[in-house]
């Protein structure tokens, strides 16, 4: 039976190119010259500082598209609160990886609502659709698609 499976990831190395891209951008832009900010990335978490949050909202702007042209969906961004001090300003931002409980949840009710005749079924942090035939598939990655659901969805493994 046809199969494929629905993830929503971000390539860590596009990521961190993203990252250091806007680092350089920093150093040499005018506006920032002389100023001491930066972008930190661990893991899951991209961190940004700067002396306040005027800095910290323009630094965002540039995370966000130094993403676009790595072909990094920015709603894959959980952007916390700017958190202000009398030295800087700070803003963590969560980067999203896999699909939680509620989203799976909500890409399957999505489905069960076309009424399809597709299988769906929670995998982990991905979820399977099966189906007898191939355009019932084909028909389930165009619906996602047009929905704009706010999660960057991907779709892998698709198997005959």
């Known amino acids: 039976m046809p199969s494929f499976d629905i993830v929503s990831?971000?390539?860590?190395?596009?990521?961190?190119?993203?990252?250091?891209q806007a680092s350089r951008e920093i150093t040499n832009r005018?506006?920032?010259?002389?100023?001491?900010v930066s972008?930190?990335?661990?893991?899951?978490?991209?961190?940004?500082?700067?002396?306040?949050d005027f800095q910290v909202s323009q630094m965002l702007d540039i995370l966000q598209s130094k993403l676009i042209k790595?072909?990094?969906?920015?709603?894959?961004?959980?952007?916390?609160?700017?958190?202000?001090?009398?030295?800087e300003a700070r803003q963590v931002i969560k980067i999203k990886q896999g699909l939680d409980k509620e989203d799976?949840?909500?890409v399957i009710k999505f489905i069960k609502e076309k009424k399809l005749k597709?299988?769906?079924?929670?995998?982990?942090?991905q979820v399977r659709v099966t189906g007898k035939k191939r355009d019932d598939l084909q028909t389930v990655i165009?619906?996602?698609?047009?929905?704009?659901?706010?999660?960057?969805?991907?779709?892998?493994?698709f198997r005959d």
């Open 9 to 20: 990831e971000v390539d860590k190395h596009e990521l961190t190119n993203a990252v250091d």
């Open 104 to 106: 799976a949840k909500k």
């Open 30 to 36: 005018f506006d920032f010259k002389g100023l001491d």
């Open 142 to 157: 165009a619906a996602l698609r047009e929905e704009k659901l706010p999660l960057p969805l991907q779709y892998i493994n």
């Open 70 to 87: 790595r072909d990094i969906d920015v709603r894959c961004m959980d952007i916390g609160e700017v958190e202000e001090n009398l030295s």
């Open 39 to 52: 972008y930190q990335l661990t893991d899951e978490e991209v961190t940004m500082r700067g002396p306040s």
């Open 118 to 125: 597709v299988q769906t079924s929670i995998q982990g942090e």
